[in-house]
């Protein structure tokens, strides 16, 4: 299976800062149909996830555009462009190039 | 609007069979795909497997056949049926429209006699 690392494991800000998260993945997660199907998720507490961004860099719909995606291959970044307070949970990054899908271990956004 | 909805008992007994229904709205089961993934408190998340669009089923194998996902287009129903349980089955179980862009409220699950 393909193991997603995420770095940090937990990334506390101040708000307005901008942070970034990072996904490696184990293989190359570009799909034989030119797609690279990695995607951001963030889980609020006591909530269900939420897609952030799709296929890499993709803004899902209603989703502020201070998130930002960018990678290719095995190595993938979210940006978060000025945090603000509704912003805190944790992050997840999901591949589903290769069955069976995987997700990161999360990276938890705190407030400094 | 698009909605999922998931149900099923809070309280499964070790060795039996846990049976989930995903109740969808707001799209339909043969134009979209659906998946299920757990969660165990405090911890990532875990893909279980999916029902397409077509009516086939991928699963994950660390399920080994054990789990078993079906639906009905007519009630806009997938199901997920799971045997054996055990106590490292406790935890959320989801089910969400892929590409994950709608997830349901979640159902929790404990397995314990």
Redesign the interface.
């Known amino acids: 299976d393909v193991v997603l690392t995420q770095t940090p494991p937990t990334l506390s800000a101040t708000i307005g800062q901008s942070v970034s998260i990072s996904c490696r993945s184990s293989q190359s997660l570009l799909h034989s149909n030119g797609n690279t199907y990695l995607h951001w998720l963030l889980q609020r507490p006591g909530q269900s996830p939420q897609l952030l961004i799709y296929l890499v860099s993709r803004l899902e719909s209603g989703v502020p555009n201070r998130f930002s995606g960018s990678g290719s291959g095995t190595d993938f970044t979210l940006k978060i462009s000025g945090v603000e307070a509704e912003d805190l949970g944790v992050y997840y990054c999901v591949q589903g190039t290769h069955a069976p899908w995987t997700f990161g271990g999360g990276t938890k956004l705190e407030l400094k | 609007q698009v909605q999922l909805k998931e149900s099923g008992p809070g309280l499964v007994q070790p060795s039996q069979t846990l049976s989930l229904t995903c109740t969808v709205s707001g799209f339909s089961l043969t134009s979209y795909s659906v998946?299920w993934v757990r969660q165990h408190s405090g911890k990532?998340?875990?893909?279980m497997g999916?029902m397409w669009s077509d009516g086939d089923t991928?699963?994950?194998?660390?399920f080994t056949s054990r789990l078993s996902i079906s639906r009905d287009t007519s009630k806009s129903q997938v199901f997920l049926k799971m045997n054996s349980l055990q106590t490292e089955d406790t935890g959320t179980y989801?089910c969400?429209r892929n590409?994950?862009?709608y997830?349901?409220?979640?159902v929790m699950v404990t397995v314990s006699s």
């Open positions: 998946h990532s998340l875990e893909w999916r991928s699963y994950n194998s660390a989801y969400a590409p994950l862009d997830w349901g409220q979640g």
